[in-house]
């Protein structure tokens, strides 16, 4: 058990919100990418494959070389403050915060933690239990469910959870795929970008793959990226014809969700489609995947075959209305624990009260 802050009658019981997302190096070099990169693919949430297979893998081929390829790739799009994912999870963190200040007599505490990386989500739960949070909400910034994001997400939680004596009550969000507000702001930032770049012949739909195995045992995130493809399309009025979901970075030589978002591109470019769009859902904050792998690498495969124009639509990232959408999640979320939060004036009471009947504390 770690140490933890001594119980004193009386003290304010404070609700917090804790944001998660997927993580990033600390820098842009390979020193920073092999760790990140050791512990991202040590999960067994991530790849699973049996580690007697997978160990001799990672440890002999790809950590060994693969951190300096991927350094070279994240220099090509880290902002002067840091990497992309960790600014802008940054950024909403504080416009969640400012958010729910305006909207709630007692706003909860937010925080965001890196599942993989820093800052830690173990070292934000202890945190968070130092501001007295006696209740957390935990909202994985992942709209889709996967067991590979999500469910690795909570799984740090739980393991935080292990080391603690006293525990704060627990509550999860497991996705918002479908969410009105999540739909309507992705709706409306791709509609922004047409007002001012005019319209495609084709908007792709893309989500980050995962293994066909992993629908194959289950997991629910390729119906619920359907989904979310379906409900955006339906919004911007679109026919079948004019769009299609498809599924990027694919890693190894297994089966992945299909269609692939190179290849597909790569077919549009050999019929010299004039122009294509290409948003990605399942990011609500633009980072490799989106700023480097789409918007570079697969934008030149799209040109290299013939294709004429290409656009990448941004994510979410600071949008007032999906910071808004996402205060309305929240909110959903937190109902019946913000009418707990006690006054100062019974804390004071409930401290007296706890003193005359011997408390030392």
């Not at 993989?116 to 202890?126: D, F, M, Q, T």
């Not at 913000?338 to 006054?343: E, G, I, M, N």
Request: charged share 20%; net charge positive; with cysteine.
């Amino acid at each position: 058990m770690t140490s933890e802050p001594i119980y004193r009658h009386g003290s304010p019981q404070r609700t917090g919100v804790l944001l998660i997302n997927l993580g990033t190096p600390d820098a842009p070099t390979a020193d920073a990418l092999r760790p990140y990169l050791k512990e991202f693919l040590s999960n067994s949430r991530v790849i699973e494959l049996p580690k007697l297979f997978w160990w001799p893998i990672l440890h002999g081929f790809i950590l060994p070389f693969r951190p300096k390829q991927s350094a070279e790739k994240y220099a090509k799009i880290w902002m002067p403050e840091g990497s992309p994912l960790k600014v802008h999870t940054e950024r909403q963190t504080a416009l969640l915060r400012e958010a729910l200040s305006r909207r709630l007599t007692h706003p909860p505490v937010v925080e965001y933690a890196m599942n993989i990386g820093n800052p830690s989500v173990a070292s934000i739960l202890k945190k968070m239990q130092a501001q007295g949070c006696e209740r957390i909400l935990i909202l994985p910034l992942f709209p889709q469910y996967a067991a590979s994001s999500t469910a690795a997400a909570m799984d740090s939680v739980f393991a935080a959870l292990k080391t603690m004596r006293n525990q704060p009550a627990i509550r999860t969000i497991k996705q918002y795929h479908d969410d009105p507000g999540y739909i309507a702001a992705l709706t409306q930032n791709i509609r922004d970008h047409w007002n001012i770049h005019g319209r495609p012949d084709k908007l792709i739909i893309s989500f980050h793959g995962t293994p066909r195995t992993s629908l194959d045992k289950g997991d629910p995130y390729h119906c619920a990226c359907q989904k979310t493809g379906r409900l955006l399309a339906e919004a911007l009025s679109l026919q079948s014809n004019e769009y299609a979901v498809c599924f990027q970075s694919r890693f190894g030589k297994a089966k992945w969700l299909t269609p692939y978002t190179a290849t597909t591109l790569m077919e549009l470019g050999n019929t010299h489609m004039r122009r294509v769009d290409v948003v990605c859902p399942g990011f609500v904050a633009d980072c490799l995947e989106t700023l480097e792998e789409i918007a570079m690498e697969v934008k030149d495969s799209f040109i290299n075959a013939g294709g004429k124009e290409f656009h990448y639509i941004p994510c979410l990232n600071e949008r007032n209305d999906w910071i808004q959408a996402l205060a309305d999640i929240t909110c959903q979320n937190l109902q019946g624990w913000l009418d707990r939060q006690t006054s100062e004036e019974a804390c004071l009471l409930s401290r007296k009260r706890a003193l005359e009947m011997g408390a030392k504390n």
